[in-house]
């Protein structure tokens, strides 16, 4: 099903030119990965520390826009600089289920936002990059299936973020945002395991 993910090959060839000048710099992709867990954790600081805060929330799709690019350029020195490793493929699993937990969890604080539908969109959230990393496990790929992977969750938090930044706190419209985004993770667990299983059954 559609997603962001799908322009991500467009997002690359933009970013292409920086990634040879750091892997010139000699920096390496795990120390990128590193950079985009440590930005998202302050970020998340921030919004726990002062919930519903103006200056944290406009920054929020600043920090997610970032991370996306820093996730981008870390997997482009891994494969096209050779600085694929085992700690880095760790690295990169690991730093994008803890930096979606530090960033959005925060929403969950807010009094007029449903902390039950951030955890459950976070606990979805998990799960579905899980599933997604099961695909290799039985031997087939990666699976990004969508319609709600990780840039289009950042996509939502970022524009609830914004909305939040100045002034809209009606409880209805964060139900709906959340309450959908909650039945597309659903729906990108179920589509992740099945093109798993039928790309298993085909090779």
Not at 27 to 42: D, F, G, H, P, R
Request: aromatic share 8%.
């Amino acid at each position: 099903m559609p997603t962001i993910y799908q322009l991500k090959s467009r997002f690359q060839d933009l970013l292409r030119p920086i990634c040879r000048k750091l892997a010139a710099g000699g920096v390496t992709a795990n120390q990128v990965t590193l950079a985009a867990l440590t930005l998202s954790i302050l970020e998340g600081f921030a919004l726990w520390l002062f919930p519903g805060a103006f200056l944290p929330l406009l920054l929020l799709p600043l920090v997610l826009f970032i991370r996306m690019g820093l996730n981008a350029i870390d997997g482009m020195l891994a494969r096209e600089h050779d600085q694929k490793s085992d700690l880095g493929a760790v690295l990169n699993e690991l730093g994008d289920v803890v930096s979606d937990a530090a960033l959005y969890l925060p929403f969950a604080l807010l009094p007029f936002v449903s902390g039950t539908l951030i955890v459950g969109l976070v606990v979805l959230a998990l799960i579905g990059e899980m599933t997604g990393v099961i695909g290799v496990q039985i031997g087939a790929n990666r699976r990004y299936d969508g319609p709600f992977g990780k840039s289009d969750r950042a996509a939502l938090f970022g524009l609830c973020g914004l909305l939040i930044a100045f002034g809209l706190t009606a409880p209805l419209t964060y139900h709906i945002l959340f309450g959908a985004g909650l039945v597309l993770s659903a729906l990108t667990i179920l589509n992740r395991a099945r093109a798993a299983i039928r790309e298993k059954r085909t090779a």
